[in-house]
């Protein structure tokens, strides 16, 4: 059974993350999009609400799995059973950063190897983080991010603005 995870933050999912999902589970038996509770970083969404909407989304996705976890990508790749941990890669920017994690989980674990997906290049310029910029200044997230974030986003959206 070859089995690849794919961590990530995913506050929120935008069409460059579900592209590299559909992309990595046909190369695969299972993929389990690993959804990381990060408190540090301050979300938008909580672990719980990501996850939800990661469910949604890949609902017609047969050997998709969606699962929160914390701590380090490689340990949650190990208890998956899983012998890949796939990142998807927009420009030489994220590079650099992904080369190291990379190369320092290879150390941590021989068993495993990162697979790096090139970015359909209609999502190259995508993260979550402009599209959450964009949406709390008011602007169409439509083109970025599936019906059921532009939902979730103005939805929080509008109960933050209430609670200021
Ligand atoms: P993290 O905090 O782990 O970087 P993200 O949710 O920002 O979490 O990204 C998860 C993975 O998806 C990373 O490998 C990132 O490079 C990749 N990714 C993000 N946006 C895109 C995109 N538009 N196209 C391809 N890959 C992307």
Redesign the pocket.
């Known amino acids: 059974m070859k089995r690849a995870v794919y961590?990530?933050?995913?506050?929120p999912v935008?069409f460059?993350?579900i592209?590299?999902i559909r992309r990595s589970a046909d190369l695969v038996d299972e993929l389990v999009v690993g959804v990381?509770q990060n408190n540090n970083k301050n979300p938008l969404f909580s672990v719980q609400e990501r996850v939800n909407i990661l469910l949604d989304v890949t609902k017609d996705m047969k050997n998709v799995r969606v699962e929160a976890f914390s701590g380090l990508s490689i340990d949650f790749v190990k208890k998956c059973d899983a012998q890949f941990l796939v990142?998807?890669?927009?420009a030489i920017t994220?590079f650099d950063y992904?080369l190291q994690m990379a190369q320092t989980n290879r150390i941590m674990s021989r068993d495993i190897d990162t697979i790096f997906l090139t970015?359909s290049l209609e999502?190259?310029y995508?993260?979550?983080s402009t599209v959450k910029e964009v949406a709390y200044y008011g602007g169409d997230i439509s083109k970025f991010v599936p019906k059921e974030v532009v939902r979730a986003i103005s939805q929080k959206l509008n109960i933050q603005k209430k609670s200021d």
């Open positions: 961590p990530g933050s995913f506050d935008t460059g993350h592209d590299i990381l990142r998807g890669l927009r994220d992904e970015t999502y190259a995508l993260s979550s």
